[in-house]
T-cell receptor, first 111, second 116 residues
Framework: KQEVTQIPAALSVPEGENLVLNCSFT??????LQWFRQDPGKGLTSLLL?????REQTSGRLNASLDKSSGRSTLYIAASQPGDSATYLC??????????FGPGTRLSVLP | NAGVTQTPKFRVLKTGQSMTLLCAQD?????MYWYRQDPGMGLRLIHY???????AKGEVPDGYNVSRLKKQNFLLGLESAAPSQTSVYFC???????????????FGPGTRLLVL
């Protein structure tokens, strides 16, 4: 059974810092992996989807990498801003299975 | 495109009452899902559908029923609500990839349900 963990559970950084969020999964035979952000009281917003054949995906200041062999994905946020404050979740999909979500990392970017 | 919409946004029920949550998507997606999100428990899959007329159980299906009579709609029913069903409910949809797998998931804004 696929299990997904995210470390740290919470992170607080000053504005302008570059930061890395981690996602680990136990079954490396994944089909794809998706990163989301969730603002308080809101739904999940898709940030990036990485297919199993890809090593990384980029969107603006966000870069997600995937290392299947080690069961890890990282979300790199460059030049963080207060508007980046949110909970970030990763979700892992094995082919023929449903997405399994991690518990999330709560990010606070301080002005 | 409205994306994924959910109605209602908020509802209060008494124990034993029934209700239906409606999810609609306008992206012609094959897959649709119902999740619940609880503090400390994360997102858990209740039921899902791989196409019109099909439904399947997820991780926590007990106490819920679903129907997908039209491709764009996915209904979640609570026949006899219990306080343990107090939660935030999210609907999501995703396209089918060329390989038949699940693509990017798009989420609705959520329904907050309080069962007294």
């Amino acid at each position: 059974k696929q299990e997904v963990t995210q470390i740290p559970a919470a992170l607080s950084v000053p504005e302008g810092e570059n930061l890395v969020l981690n996602c680990s999964f136990t079954d490396s035979a994944i089909y794809n992996l998706q990163w989301f952000r969730q603002d308080p009281g809101k739904g999940l917003t898709s940030l990036l989807l990485i297919q199993s054949s890809q090593r990384e995906q980029t969107s603006g200041r966000l870069n997600a990498s995937l290392d299947k062999s080690s069961g890890r994905s990282t979300l790199y946020i460059a030049a963080s801003q207060p508007g980046d404050s949110a909970t970030y979740l990763c979700a892992v999909n094995n082919y023929g299975q449903n997405f399994v979500f991690g518990p999330g990392t709560r990010l606070s970017v301080l002005p | 495109n409205a994306g994924v919409t959910q109605t209602p946004k908020f509802r209060v029920l008494k124990t034993g009452q029934s209700m239906t949550l409606l999810c609609a998507q306008d992206m012609n997606h094959e897959y649709m899902y119902w999740y619940r999100q609880d503090p400390g428990m994360g997102l858990r899959l209740i039921h899902y559908s791989v196409g019109e007329g099909t439904t399947a159980k997820g991780e926590v299906p007990d106490g819920y029923n679903v129907s997908r009579l039209k491709k764009q709609n996915f209904l979640l029913g609570l026949e006899s609500a219990a306080p343990s069903q107090t939660s935030v409910y999210f609907c999501a949809s995703s396209y089918s990839t060329l390989a038949g797998g699940q693509g990017t998931q798009y989420f609705g804004p959520g329904t907050r349900l309080l069962v007294l």
